[in-house]
């Protein structure tokens, strides 16, 4: 079975440009998840997916950041303009269902730094 | 709202010695914990889960968790460690409702020979 897809693995941007993130999950997975992990802190949730639907993105700054899973399967996330205070690693996970118990499986990540 | 605290950010060991990394968790409702790794230039990955039954579960590689809800713990422990064990742990707490999950810091593991 293949796992979670991110591409790219690495992205160096200038401040105030902007960036996006693809993510492929799990064949069958409905939930799909972004987290946002800055060095030296476990990985925060930016916004949740089921199907297509957004279950939560009380985390996310929509001023800047925007995510999107129209059919449902793969998802991008975009950050415009970027800050530098954006550096970390964006994180790609998804489940089965939505439910509290359920396993997440997480992709590689994306490594951005933002000059 | 929940929170989870790792209160080591770096435990170091010698090879073949026993290791407890440490959580604790906060939550007004019924939870689920879990235990992550990300080896090096890798993602996470499940080590183990607590959902209900027995406080004390176990992974492949020779992890182990007990679940204290009296002390609102789930500390993890090796018996003994080796060199691939080498890696950041993280444990997670979510509830019964949605399956958002809230992340501690992490505890970096060094093993050395």
């Known amino acids: 079975e293949a796992g979670v897809a991110q591409s790219p693995r690495y992205k160096i941007i200038e401040k105030r440009q902007s960036v996006a993130f693809w993510c492929n999950p799990i064949?069958?997975?409905?939930?799909l998840y972004w987290y946002q992990q800055i060095l030296g802190q476990g990985p925060k949730l930016l916004i949740q997916?089921?199907?297509?639907?957004?279950?939560?993105d009380s985390q996310l700054p929509k001023d800047r950041f925007s995510a999107e899973r129209l059919k449902g399967v793969d998802s991008t996330l975009k950050i415009q303009p970027a800050k530098l205070e954006d550096s970390a690693v964006y994180l790609c996970?998804?489940?089965?269902?939505?439910?509290?118990?359920?396993?997440?499986?997480f992709g590689p990540g994306t490594r951005l730094l933002v000059l | 709202a929940q929170s989870v605290t790792q209160l080591d950010s770096q435990v170091p060991v010698f090879e073949e010695a026993p290791v407890e990394l440490r959580c604790n968790y906060s939550?007004?409702?019924?939870?689920?914990l879990f235990w992550y790794v990300q080896y090096p230039n890798q993602g996470l990955q499940l080590l183990l889960k607590?959902?209900?039954?027995?406080?004390l579960v176990e992974s492949i590689n020779g992890f182990e968790a007990e679940f204290n809800k009296s002390q609102t713990s789930f500390h993890l422990r090796k018996p003994s460690v080796h060199i691939s064990d080498t890696a950041e742990y993280f444990c997670?707490?979510?509830?019964?409702?949605?399956?958002?999950?809230?992340f501690g810091k992490g505890t970096m593991l060094l093993v050395s020979p």
């Open positions: 996970a998804s489940s089965q269902g939505l439910a509290g118990q359920e396993t997440q499986y």
């Open positions: 064949s069958g997975h409905a939930t």
């Open positions: 997916f089921q199907n297509n639907g957004v279950v939560d």
């Open positions: 939550s007004s409702v019924s939870v689920y």
């Open positions: 607590y959902l209900s039954g027995s406080t």
């Open positions: 997670a707490v979510s509830n019964s409702g949605y399956s958002t999950l809230t």
